[in-house]
């Protein structure tokens, strides 16, 4: 869901944006507080905490529109690191810097395949993976504000030229993906580690994921998070290796690189 939204990001605003699990993961936290402080029930803390990593992420999306809209994805790319060490920095303040109490919304098991459990987090989070990358495959395409967007995308200052509210979308596009990642963040929270570091750096293996299709194919992205997760599975099966489960996207990411770099390599070696 991650690298999807990750992709989304990369294709119609041109910015790899790191702070998009961070804004996810302090949505939930807000969540959380709402229901051990506040009483509230889970449902409706939830809905609050996707809305406000909606907003965080819109702000983030308002800045870089209104002051970097010129400048390349890597120069928009890197502002987002910014907000990503912010809001962890913010999250420890207000919450401390232990793992918090996430309520489960989905729990137990869906099916077992082979003795392998697969749990309803999983089967959830692939189908609505699959379901947004779908359905923005189809807005994208078919819909007028798709082709805004895809025109925005590929000609900025053209596309805000001929008219197209440029800002609104960019701002959109951020709010829309924002509030996913606080929905991905508040079903799988409960199975993961969930301090805010590590809830933040979900953005790591979403980038690696994203990085099979460039950021720019959404199929990619779902089968690359797919195949890291059940990659990650069967290290973590290994007692020898199981240690280096964690790093498995790091090394993904750096050997998909160089893989991508060979060609530059070879032709200079010869």
């Known amino acids: 869901m991650l690298a999807v939204c990750l992709t989304l990001m990369a294709r ?14 302090f949505g939930g936290f807000v969540a959380v507080w709402l229901v051990s402080n506040a009483g509230m029930p889970v449902w409706l803390a939830t809905v609050i905490g996707i809305l406000i990593g909606g907003a965080l992420s819109a702000i983030i999306g308002w800045i870089i529109a209104t002051w970097l809209a010129e400048a390349d994805t890597s120069t928009r790319s890197a502002v987002t690191v910014g907000p990503l060490l912010l809001l962890i920095s913010l999250s420890f303040i207000l919450f401390g810097n232990k793992p918090q109490p996430f309520r489960p919304i989905l729990a137990g098991p869906a099916f077992s395949v082979g003795g392998v459990v697969v749990s309803q987090v999983t089967v959830v989070t692939v189908v609505l993976a699959i379901v947004v990358a779908v359905g923005c495959r189809i807005i994208l395409a078919k819909t007028s504000a798709g082709t805004q967007l895809r025109a925005l995308s590929e000609r900025p200052t053209t596309a805000e030229l001929l008219g197209i509210p440029a800002k ?21 929270a409960p199975s993961q580690s969930n301090d805010a570091t590590s809830l933040a750096m979900l953005i790591v293996p979403a980038a690696a994921a994203a990085l099979l299709g460039g950021f720019r194919r959404l199929d990619l992205a779902v089968v690359g998070g797919l195949a890291l997760g059940i990659l990650q599975g069967l290290v973590a099966q290994i007692d020898q290796i199981s240690f280096v489960r964690n790093f498995v996207p790091f090394l993904f990411i750096v050997g998909f690189l160089l893989w991508l770099q060979r060609k530059e390599v070879w032709d200079a070696s010869r």
């Open 12 to 25: 119609l605003v041109r910015v790899v944006n790191f702070s998009q699990a961070a804004t996810g993961m």
């Open 168 to 188: 609104l979308l960019s701002v959109g596009v951020w709010t829309v993906t924002g509030m996913i990642s606080a929905l991905v963040v508040s079903i799988v």
